[in-house]
């Protein structure tokens, strides 16, 4: 939320909000269901974007007091549209910086961010500021990826170059794409308790059809090739060598290949 | 089981045992939970070595008819002392090579191994010996690690380096410790089907101190810290490098740190 958008980073442009939704989609279950806030309860997403998880959130927890923050107006706006066209919301949404919420001290019963560390240069300072608005006894839910966890067969030392591009470009971004083993460190630095990490396995091989098409191919891999221009540019790699990665990558979805990603989902109370 | 043991090879000595006890403990819900024959069954554990697997496997299904292979009868031995003295058993056991099956065609209803195919330079040939052995309709069960799974914080090239050692001798040896992500190709290459592959995390942080106990220093620390001597004399290694390695993965376990390591399950049915 607070890194300046790059033309690399994964969240914008039309394409990406497709991979969003179709993100969102397929792993919705895995990370989402067991979200679940009561009627009445205010809860602030903090970076919500486009939406994309912003649907499941309210889907989960009907009757809930929704305020969703962004740094970008338009991503907000889309996320309204989304909300509407899934027949949920209103909700309530704000332009603001996660470092420097427009909210009062224990404000909100929870916040629920994901896929929002990753992109942030001082996650710890974001927590913090977290933690001030909600209410003592109130919790923190955070989901995050980790691509160190990505794990395929057939094994490709072009298709870990093309993923290690993109970590690259997000860490000179000021992100973290290998942030969510470092989710139990950066709650209980921030002085949460109860801190409960709990990673979320996706496996795709030739039995789940709906995961080799909707998490290899249109959340991972299409990730990963997003960043082929400004990888290209910023001298990590070339042509050849980028493409060789992705077709790496796309043979892991062939009927004697597997894939294997981790989220980590965490929750915290504010004492 | 077909591989002539090393000095390296975990399963063998007295504290390696132990180890292979406490990781069948802590293990023993995610890995055998969901397995469970029917009484009068008949059962092959293919490969049971000390028995570490089978206590679980008796538990979960009281009143199968169990028969044990492998190719050391002191192995043997022990697993038949350790059924009797969890009041299980008592089930047949047999000295037997897995290529080379001492049974007629059909003759079990279900196999099972654990920890086995990474040990064979021929999973391939073994399976199709398995399936020989298991009638039409009947079912295979394997479980086994994958290295590659291996995601702690923080990063350490010194403990990336002593795994990779591990990884190393035990190629040398002719397995493979990181055959979790090939076993979907591997079962559907032998010609078995309804293949489900099914990963099992294990993660473990200062909200889970009996894992960080159970998992990071008393089975994966100590299956690479018995590799050391091997290391050494292979030439991988020097004992300052490898022992920076194991100080760096017993950094993992400290407060701010987490560690996440992938079981691969794997069912399917005889056509």
């Given at each position: 939320m607070t890194a300046t958008p790059t033309p690399y980073v994964h969240g914008y442009g039309g394409t990406e909000q497709q991979r969003l939704q179709d993100q969102a989609?397929?792993?919705e279950a895995l990370l989402h269901a067991d979200t679940r806030y009561g009627p009445g309860e205010m809860v602030l997403e903090a970076g919500c974007g486009v939406g994309a998880q912003t649907v499941p959130l309210v889907r989960n927890s009907p009757g809930i007091r929704l305020t969703c923050v962004d740094l970008h107006?338009?991503?907000l706006a889309s996320a309204e549209a989304r909300l509407a066209e899934a027949g949920l919301g209103p909700v309530t949404t704000q332009v603001a910086d996660i470092l420097a919420l427009p909210f009062p001290a224990a404000r909100f019963d929870h916040a629920f961010l994901c896929f929002v560390l990753e992109h942030l240069p001082a996650p710890e300072a974001a927590l913090l500021e977290l933690r001030r608005v909600i209410r003592p006894g109130g919790s923190l839910t955070v989901i995050?990826?980790?691509h160190g966890s990505?794990?395929?067969h057939p094994e490709c030392p072009a298709a870990r170059h093309a993923i290690a591009c993109q970590v690259e470009l997000q860490r000179r971004a000021g992100?973290?794409?290998q942030i969510g083993r470092r989710l139990s460190a950066?709650?209980?630095?921030?002085?949460?308790?109860?801190?409960?990490v709990s990673p979320r396995v996706v496996y795709a091989d030739a039995g789940r059809p709906a995961l080799v098409e909707g998490f290899i191919h249109r959340t991972f891999i299409a990730m990963v090739a997003a960043v082929r221009e400004s990888a290209i540019a910023a001298g990590l790699t070339d042509a050849g060598r980028f493409d060789a990665g992705i077709e790496g990558l796309?043979?892991?979805?062939e009927a004697d290949g597997s894939f294997t990603y981790l989220f980590f989902k965490a929750t915290a109370r504010n004492p």
């Open positions: 989609t397929t792993l107006a338009e991503s995050e990826g980790d990505t794990l395929f992100g973290d794409a950066l709650l209980r630095g921030a002085g949460l308790e109860e801190v409960r796309r043979r892991t979805a």
